[in-house]
């Protein structure tokens, strides 16, 4: 993928966003998600994989185009980062460099299991994190973006 048009985002921006707060969500409302999901990833030609996982549990797994076994620890990775803490782990990654401190010196964190990059995106009901949708596969700006549109579309619907 080209690195100009890259969509970019601020600090300010994703925590104006707040966070994705749902009435309920089921495995069968995950299962929806996810489909709405590779719809906007074949609309917009990328190559990602995606997960939702509720709770501990994986329930909806899908790579499309060049996705492999190689975006499983970034898939996991990210979602830890997000569910450590509670917030996108795009939001995280800019949070640290923000502060001069990139996540990734940070010497209390396993790097191999935590990933402070786009595209996991925590998702609450009543306050309570009970699930994650996270993407792999592109520049990490772009895997947030693409789970944003996704999660966009599945609240209008």
Same mark, same amino acid.
């Given at each position: 993928?080209?690195?100009?048009?890259?969509?970019?985002?601020?600090?300010?921006?994703?925590?104006?966003?707040?966070?994705?707060?749902?009435?309920?969500?089921?495995?069968?409302?995950?299962?929806?998600?996810?489909?709405?999901?590779?719809?906007?990833?074949?609309?917009?030609?990328?190559?990602?994989?995606?997960?939702?996982?509720?709770?501990?549990?994986?329930?909806?797994?899908?790579?499309?185009?060049?996705?492999?076994?190689?975006?499983?620890?970034?898939?996991?990775?990210?979602?830890?980062?997000?569910?450590?803490?509670?917030?996108?782990? &795009?939001? +995280?990654?800019?949070?640290?460099? $923000?502060?001069?401190?990139?996540?990734? %010196?940070? #010497?209390?964190? !396993? *790097?191999? @299991?935590?990933?402070?990059?786009?595209?996991?995106?925590? &998702?609450? +009901?009543?306050?309570?994190?009970? $699930?994650?949708?996270?993407?792999?596969? %592109?520049? #990490?700006?772009? !895997? *947030?973006? @693409?789970?944003?549109?996704?999660?966009?579309?599945?609240?209008?619907?």
């Amino acid at each position: 993928m080209a690195t100009d048009n890259l969509p970019e985002f601020t600090v300010e921006e994703l925590v104006a966003a707040g966070p994705v707060e749902l009435e309920h969500f089921s495995y069968d409302d995950a299962v929806e998600l996810g489909l709405i999901a590779v719809d906007v990833i074949k609309s917009s030609g990328h190559s990602l994989a995606v997960d939702i996982v509720i709770g501990d549990d994986l329930v909806f797994r899908a790579k499309l185009r060049n996705t492999n076994k190689g975006n499983d620890p970034w898939l996991a990775g990210k979602a830890a980062v997000a569910r450590k803490f509670r917030e996108p782990s &795009l939001l +995280v990654k800019l949070r640290h460099l $923000a502060d001069g401190a990139p996540f990734e %010196e940070r #010497d209390d964190i !396993d *790097h191999e @299991t935590h990933k402070a990059h786009g595209g996991s995106i925590p &998702l609450f +009901v009543g306050g309570e994190l009970v $699930a994650t949708i996270t993407m792999s596969g %592109e520049p #990490d700006v772009v !895997d *947030h973006a @693409t789970n944003a549109e996704a999660i966009k579309r599945y609240l209008a619907s």
